[in-house]
């Protein structure tokens, strides 16, 4: 089993809608959850960064962390084409906290 | 925001031969340079951390010998993928930041290398 899954996608929404992104982990002693979005041929760049359970919200993004289900969202409110990517959850365990552990990523397509 | 830079962007070499690809700072000074491998439609994964200065850290099944590291400079990061072989063919990336600072770990434009 790996330590952190995620649906692959592709994800094509049209443009304007809510989308929704998860991903679930196995190592309960993950407590910093992150969200970066990487554009083809880029490298990721972070989203949204959370400790520990709750949410986060900046601007159009949400994060929401549940540990008891390990679950960890985000979400996209008004998508736009520009949105476009592929979105990468990463966690660390904290005690080492160089080491970020990433999903395989889901593919994002927001159409006009 | 912080940029890192990657040379070359893309790399075809021979069986057999190596490889250097250059991780760069070009506005900050890391003290701290990861190098990551994507396959295609798999997750990032850490090879080896740097400190400048120091020897690198490799996780567990990455072979130093085969991938070298060097880091000379608080800017500079290289990785050798010594003696290629086609299945070492995929995405290098490396992040930059600060020991310790989760959220300040900036990736550069990653390195695509093919071994034919």
């Known amino acids: 089993q790996k330590e952190v899954e995620q649906d692959p996608g592709p994800l094509s929404v049209p443009e304007g809608a809510i989308v929704s992104l998860n991903c679930t982990y196995s190592n309960s002693a993950f407590q910093y959850f992150m969200w970066y979005r990487q554009y083809s041929r880029k490298g990721p760049e972070l989203l949204m960064y959370t400790y520990s359970s709750g949410n986060k919200e900046d601007g159009r993004f949400t994060a929401q962390v549940d540990k008891s289900s390990k679950y960890i969202s985000l979400f996209i409110r008004d998508s736009q084409p520009s949105d476009s990517a592929t979105y990468l959850c990463a966690m660390s365990d904290g005690y080492n906290t160089d080491k970020l552990i990433f999903g395989t990523g889901t593919r994002l397509q927001v159409f006009p | 925001g912080a940029v890192v830079s990657q040379h070359p962007s893309w790399v075809i070499c021979k069986s057999g031969t190596s490889v250097k690809i250059e991780c760069r700072s070009l506005?900050?000074?890391?003290?701290?340079m990861f190098w990551y491998r994507q396959f295609p439609k798999q997750s990032l994964m850490l090879m080896a951390t740097s400190n400048e200065g120091s020897k690198a850290t490799y996780e567990q099944g990455v072979e130093k010998d085969k991938f070298l590291i060097n880091h000379a400079s608080l800017t500079l990061s290289t990785l050798t993928v010594t003696s290629a072989h086609p299945e070492d063919s995929s995405f290098y990336i490396c992040s930059a930041g600060d020991r310790g600072r989760i959220d300040t770990q900036y990736f550069g434009p990653g390195t695509r290398l093919t071994v034919l």
């Open positions: 506005d900050f000074q890391a003290t701290t």
